[in-house]
């Protein structure tokens, strides 16, 4: 079935170490999107990504980086800049063009 | 990008429809209304989209205003199912981003 995985569905860190969050789509979608949401908010972008080798920041990306090198794959590194990693962490993607966007289940990421 | 206002709660009774509005004053004209709700700790489900005619799908309509500041989301026969946050964003054709707002929190009670 095609779809967006994200994976592991929990992650837990130490404070200091760099994690990577995975985000695969088998939909060829252009675009692949990442954001944070913190208990009892909205989601926030972090990166978004329209084209392979190609990335845009959104509006918390300090602290994060992210690569595409492939068109189905859109990973998301926390780096230990990011002062508060723990979060639960959506990937999304969809068609550039104007349609709608399907989003995984989440990694939820506990930094201690 | 447009910015959204919503109620940041609503409470409906199974059965009945759940008007959920969406203010959108500063919408330009090429930027499409979009819903999308999230049930706890899940990904968000894309519910309905529009630019400026109404829209009706198996599971929702979209009302949008004629002057496009704002639109309503209905779900006509709400059950216990629907309780969820429910977005609603802007979003430019052809533009890669999308930017979510704090949503509107709906409780469907029994």
């Known amino acids: 079935d095609g779809g967006i995985t994200q994976s592991p569905k929990y992650l837990f860190r130490k404070e200091g170490q760099n994690v990577t969050l995975s985000c695969e789509q088998n939909?060829?979608?252009?675009?692949m999107y990442w954001y944070r949401q913190d208990p009892g908010q909205g989601l926030r972008l972090i990166y978004y990504?329209?084209?392979?080798?190609?990335?845009q920041k959104g509006d918390i990306a300090e602290g994060y980086s992210v690569s595409r090198e492939k068109k189905e794959s859109f990973p998301l590194t926390v780096t230990s800049a990011q002062k508060n990693p723990t979060a639960f962490y959506l990937c999304?993607?969809?068609?550039?063009?104007?349609?709608?966007?399907?989003f995984g289940q989440g990694t939820r990421l506990t930094v201690v | 990008d447009a910015k959204t206002t919503q109620p940041p709660s609503m409470d409906c009774a199974e059965g009945r429809a759940a008007n959920l509005p969406c203010n959108h004053s500063?919408?330009?004209?090429?930027?499409?209304v979009y819903w999308y709700r999230q049930i706890h700790s899940q990904g968000p489900q894309y519910i309905i989209h529009?630019?400026?005619n109404n829209e009706t799908n198996e599971m929702a309509s979209l009302i949008i205003t004629e002057d496009r500041k704002s639109s309503t989301l209905i779900l006509p026969h709400a059950t216990l199912r629907d309780t969820a946050v429910y977005y609603c964003?802007?979003?430019?054709?052809?533009?890669?981003?999308?930017?979510f707002g704090a949503g509107t929190r709906l409780t469907v009670k029994p």
């Open positions: 990504s329209q084209i392979v080798n190609d990335f």
């Open positions: 500063t919408i330009s004209g090429n930027e499409y």
């Open positions: 939909l060829n979608h252009d675009a």
């Open positions: 999304a993607s969809s068609q550039v063009e104007n349609t709608e966007a399907f």
């Open positions: 964003i802007v979003r430019v054709a052809r533009v890669g981003d999308m930017r």
């Open positions: 529009g630019l400026k």
